[in-house]
C-alpha cells in the first residue's frame, strides 16, 4: 500500500507529484500489467533472452 503524508503548507499538485512518484517506485502498475494477461513460457523465454542481449550491448557507465 503507497500512502504519502501530507504537510500543513503543501499544496495538493505537490503532495499529488510526490504521491505518483512513490506509485511508480513501488512497481505496481508494472505488477498489475504483468499479471493482466497471460504469456507463454516459450515467449517469455524469448522476451528475457531479447532483454539480455540488450543488455549486454547497452555501454558500461563509469562513475
Not at 20 to 28: D, L
Not at 36 to 52: C, G, H, I, L, Q
Amino acid at each position: 500500500m503507497v500512502g504519502i503524508n501530507i504537510g500543513d503548507n503543501e499544496s495538493i499538485d505537490k503532495a499529488l507529484r510526490r504521491f505518483k512518484k512513490k506509485y511508480e517506485r513501488s512497481g505496481i502498475l508494472k505488477e498489475y500489467k504483468k499479471r493482466t494477461f497471460f504469456v507463454k513460457p516459450s515467449v517469455k523465454k524469448r522476451m528475457e533472452r531479447m532483454k539480455a542481449i540488450r543488455r549486454a550491448h547497452r555501454p558500461i557507465q563509469y562513475m
